[in-house]
T-cell receptor
Framework: AQTVTQSQPEMSVQEAETVTLSCTYD???????LFWYKQPPSRQMILVIRQEAYKQQNATENRFSVNFQKAAKSFSLKISDSQLGDTAMYFCAFMSPYNQGGKLIFGQGTELSVKP | KAGVTQTPRYLIKTRGQQVTLSCSPISGHRSVSWYQQTPGQGLQFLFEYFSETQRNKGNFPGRFSGRQFSNSRSEMNVSTLELGDSALYLC??????????????????FGAGTRLSVL
């Protein structure tokens, strides 16, 4: 069974600095989808960034980028120029494209605090 | 375009009762997935519906059920509520969560959730 592990329950960063959140996963499949979602105190889960495994190029969305290491099964999220609004719980998620009916498998989350 | 809408936002029930939660997907999205979020178990997949058919199901007891209507709106029902059912229930919609459809169609967009408290 696929699993997702986020080893950092909590992290903090100073405003304007850079922080990296870790995520590892386990799968025997060669192609799959990976996501980072953000859940602020408002509870709304927001998609931050996505990556398709067969695309070796790391995804980037403005201040957010990933370091995708397929052989190591690692998918870390880097947030540059951190802002107070980045304070949230961050979830790494895995989806197999081979099964019908989208099922996201989530990690336990990393609570990020951005300090002024 | 309106996002995913979940109603109600909050619910308080007592043990043994049943509850129905509603989810309206983004216009044009035909796949609706449900998740349960608790502090202890994290985010767990309940089930997914597409064109009124359940295509995938997580590891939850039969007390948890759902359905989807022809307009893609979905409802989730929990019967004989237990204290452990207290959770945030999240609904997500996607264009078509199906193999071969590509990443874009499989991206799930979430609603704000329904907070269920069982007393």
């Amino acid at each position: 069974a696929q699993t997702v592990t986020q080893s950092q329950p909590e992290m903090s960063v100073q405003e304007a600095e850079t922080v990296t959140l870790s995520c590892t996963y386990d799968t025997s499949e060669n192609n799959y989808y990976l996501f980072w979602y953000k859940q602020p105190p408002s509870r709304q889960m927001i998609l931050v960034i996505r990556q398709e495994a067969y695309k070796q190029q790391n995804a980037t969305e403005n201040r957010f980028s990933v370091n995708f290491q397929k052989a190591a099964k690692s998918f870390s999220l880097k947030i540059s120029d951190s802002q107070l609004g980045d304070t949230a719980m961050y979830f790494c998620a895995f989806m197999s494209p081979y099964n019908q009916g989208g099922k996201l498998i989530f990690g336990q989350g990393t609570e990020l605090s951005v300090k002024p | 375009k309106a996002g995913v809408t979940q109603t109600p936002r909050y619910l308080i029930k007592t043990r043994g009762q049943q509850v129905t939660l509603s989810c309206s997907p983004i216009s044009g999205h035909r796949s609706v997935s449900w998740y349960q979020q608790t502090p202890g178990q994290g985010l767990q997949f309940l089930f997914e519906y597409f064109s009124e058919t359940q295509r995938n199901k997580g590891n939850f007891p039969g007390r948890f059920s759902g359905r989807q209507f022809s307009n893609s709106r979905s409802e989730m029902n929990v019967s004989t509520l237990e204290l452990g059912d207290s959770a945030l229930y999240l609904c997500a919609s996607s264009s078509d969560a199906n193999p071969g459809q590509g990443l874009a169609k499989n991206i799930q967009y979430f609603g704000a959730g329904t907070r269920l408290s069982v007393l």
